[in-house]
Nanobody
């Protein structure tokens, strides 16, 4: 299973970016999929997640109302729309998928190489 992210970059505070992520490989079922971020000197933080089956979403408090996560079952993709970006959103963003490769098999988590998001003040 391979996860590939795209869409990071440099933006001014108040601007927007859209991150995209696609998963490739043998997948029987997907569970929670989402994005976490890692900034220098800070702990890893799950930013947003969505249940593949019913689209139930989760957002960390600091991005609530500014970020929106969505998934496309047909394309095996998950996107993160980030609006009203702040300098404190600067981090490497990683997309992850929790998947089963076969029926009754174990759940495993996969994530990509990450994409840099830099918000200037």
């Amino acid at each position: 299973v391979t996860v590939v992210e795209s869409g990071g970059g440099l933006v001014q505070a108040g601007g927007s970016l859209r991150l995209s992520c696609e998963v490739f490989g043998r997948i029987f079922r997907s569970g929670a999929v989402g994005w976490f971020r890692q900034a220098p000197g800070k702990e890893r933080e799950t930013v947003a997640a969505i249940m593949w089956s019913d689209s139930t979403t989760y957002y960390t408090d600091s991005v609530q109302g500014r970020f929106s996560i969505s998934r496309d079952k047909a394309k095996n993709t998950v996107d993160l729309q980030m609006n009203s970006l702040k300098p404190e959103d600067t981090a490497v963003y990683y997309c992850y998928f929790a998947v089963q490769s076969r029926s009754w098999g174990p759940w495993s988590a996969y994530w990509g190489q990450g994409t840099q998001v830099t918000v200037s003040s």
